[in-house]
C-alpha cells in the first residue's frame, strides 16, 4: 500500500488567495483526519470523518476553512481566504479502527504571504 | 487547556544511553494512549502504545510506563542509537469515544 498521499507537499501563496489541500487515505481505511501542526499550538485536529461524513469539526478554526470527503477515496481541506496565520503543516491521517493507531500522510507545508 | 502535556520541547542524550520522555494528563477519562515518532518533512508514524488495564508496555527498544494516579506515562528507549533522533509525540484518547489529543512533542536528540 502507497500508505496516505497528500498534495501538494509545499504550497506557497498570497493572502487572501483560496488554498486547496488533497489527502489519498489508505484504502479501507474508515476515518480520515485533518491535523495541523504548528510551533505554538504543536498538532491539533481540525476534522475527521467516518465513512465520508463529517464527524466533528469543532477544530476548525473559522468559517474560512472548509473540509469535504466526496468518496472514500479522497478529501479536501480547503481556505478561503488565506491568511498569514495559516502557515502552518497540514496533515492528512487515516485509521480502520475509530480512535486508536493512525496513519499520516507526509504534510503539506503552506506557507501564505 | 492542553489536556495532554510534554514539557521538555527538547532532549539530547548520547548514544548508547537511556532516553526517557514525559508525558502527562489532565483528562481521568483517557484509557488509551500512544506514542507517534516524527523525523523532518514526513508525518508521524506510530511507535508503541499501552491500554490503561497495563502498567507497562514493551516492544524491543521501547518501553511505555503507565502511572494512572500519577496521570504520567514516559517512553524508554534502550540503548540509544542516532536513527533515534527525532520528535516524539505523546497522545491520548478514551477508546472508542474521542479523538487523540496530542502532545506539543519533545525532540530527542542522540549524540553520537
Known amino acids: 500500500d502507497a500508505g496516505v498521499i497528500q498534495s501538494p507537499r509545499h504550497e506557497v501563496t498570497e493572502m487572501g488567495q483560496e488554498v486547496t489541500l488533497r489527502c489519498k487515505p489508505i484504502?479501507?481505511?474508515?476515518?480520515l483526519f485533518w491535523y495541523r501542526q504548528t510551533m505554538m499550538r504543536g498538532l491539533e485536529l481540525l476534522i475527521y470523518f467516518n465513512n465520508n461524513v463529517p464527524i466533528d469539526d469543532s477544530g476548525m478554526p473559522e468559517d474560512r476553512f472548509s473540509a469535504k470527503m466526496p468518496n472514500a477515496s479522497f478529501s479536501t481541506l480547503k481556505i478561503q481566504p488565506s491568511e498569514p496565520r495559516d502557515s502552518a503543516v497540514y496533515f492528512c491521517?487515516?485509521?480502520?479502527?475509530?480512535?486508536?493507531?493512525?496513519?499520516f500522510g507526509p504534510g503539506t507545508r503552506l506557507t501564505v504571504t | 487547556d492542553q489536556q495532554v502535556k510534554q514539557n521538555s520541547p527538547s532532549l539530547s542524550v548520547q548514544e548508547g544511553r537511556i532516553s526517557i520522555l514525559n508525558c502527562d494528563y489532565t483528562?481521568?477519562?483517557?484509557?488509551?494512549f500512544l506514542w507517534y515518532k516524527k523525523y523532518p518533512a514526513e508525518g508521524p508514524t506510530f511507535l508503541i502504545s499501552?491500554?490503561?488495564?497495563?502498567d507497562k508496555n514493551e516492544d524491543g527498544r521501547f518501553t511505555v510506563f503507565l502511572n494512572k494516579s500519577a496521570k504520567h506515562l514516559s517512553l524508554h528507549i534502550v540503548p540509544s542509537q542516532p536513527g533515534d533522533s527525532a520528535v516524539y509525540f505523546c497522545?491520548?484518547?478514551?477508546?472508542?469515544?474521542?479523538?487523540?489529543?496530542f502532545g506539543k512533542g519533545t525532540r530527542l536528540s542522540v549524540i553520537a
Open positions: 499501552i491500554s490503561s488495564i497495563k
Open positions: 483528562n481521568s477519562m483517557f484509557d488509551y
Open positions: 491521517a487515516s485509521s480502520s479502527i475509530p480512535m486508536g493507531e493512525q496513519y
Open positions: 484504502s479501507g481505511h474508515d476515518y
Open positions: 497522545a491520548a484518547t478514551s477508546e472508542g469515544n474521542t479523538p487523540l489529543v
